[in-house]
């Protein structure tokens, strides 16, 4: 099973207090702590949000579970996980989207990004050769800067190891490339025009077979 779910919502302005707080109770302490922390409301919806998708996925196959957030550890690169669950899974948010993949066949790691201006000289050095050139070359250079930048950072969080390893060093053939010895498979994801989004998985996988689902604030009270 792979499936994906996503959420839009309102940067502009906070959701009501009555739903954050619902939505923050369905969470462990743990958990609510870490978004407590965060200094901007925008983050902390958004990871409020990420964590309630992700729960909501997980309780697809283990419906009884309604406290698996609770049993979630983080490795030494910080990537969150659940020991002896054999499912894999990874969040995402950029601007007004949050985005939640669960896998129960390997690990996986997925990008979303807003298509926004950006100062492109700065992360020229990310790219390799080529891959500077076909961006420089698009009809729209933002769009094909954030397809590259996706794909990596799907790449980089399947991995596990994230930001610790150089972006430039992954070079992608054919939607997959080869990361310490491990080649990994990319998918893009069509969520709309304002976003890009990759989807990186340890097997290839038909497009048929991934299951995207957009879901809305009445998530926040089933």
């Known amino acids: 099973m792979l499936s994906v779910s996503y959420l839009y919502f309102d940067r502009q302005t906070p959701m009501p207090a009555d739903l954050f707080s619902k939505g923050m109770s369905l969470l462990p302490a743990g958990e609510q702590e870490k978004i407590g922390k965060f200094h901007r409301w925008q ?45 894999d899974f990874n969040i995402s948010h ?33 790219m390799q050769e080529t891959e500077w050139q076909e961006i420089q070359a698009a009809p729209d250079i933002y769009r094909s800067f954030f397809y590259h930048w996706t794909r990596k950072e799907a790449l980089l969080k399947a991995n596990g190891k994230g930001l610790h390893l ?24 069509n969520l709309g025009n304002e976003v890009v989004c990759h989807l990186a998985t340890a097997c290839p996988v038909p497009e048929n077979e991934i299951q995207v689902q957009e879901i809305f604030f009445d998530v926040l009270t089933a």
């Open 43 to 87: 983050d902390a919806q958004a990871g409020m949000l990420g964590k309630i998708l992700l729960r909501r996925e997980l309780m697809k196959i283990y419906p009884a579970a309604t406290d698996i957030l609770a049993q979630l550890t983080y490795s030494r690169f910080r990537k969150p996980f659940l020991e002896n669950v054999p499912v």
């Open 166 to 189: 150089p972006m430039n060093a992954i070079g992608v053939h054919n939607n997959s490339a080869i990361i310490e010895e491990e080649k990994w498979y990319l998918s893009e994801l």
């Open 94 to 126: 950029s601007g007004n989207i949050v985005i939640c993949a669960v896998s129960t066949n390997g690990r996986i790691g997925v990008d979303v990004e807003v298509v926004q201006p950006v100062e492109l000289s700065y992360l020229a050095p990310q």
